[in-house]
């Protein structure tokens, strides 16, 4: 079974993206909480991840 990486909205709890673990490179989930941060008006500080 894969597992993925969840970002969430800290404020919401809505889930905003996901990816799996698997070929993930270094930085790529900081980069991913920028993007997201950026697409959805909000902080990258406001972002939390859950590993499923």
């Known amino acids: 079974m894969k ?3 969840v970002f969430y ?3 919401t709890n809505n889930e905003l993206a ?3 673990i698997e070929g993930t490179f270094p930085d790529e989930i900081q980069a991913t909480k920028d993007l997201l941060a950026s697409d ?4 990258t500080s406001d972002i939390y991840i859950l590993i499923k």
């Open 3 to 5: 597992k993925w990486i």
């Open 9 to 11: 909205n800290k404020h």
């Open 18 to 20: 996901r990816m799996t």
């Open 40 to 43: 959805e008006g909000i902080k």
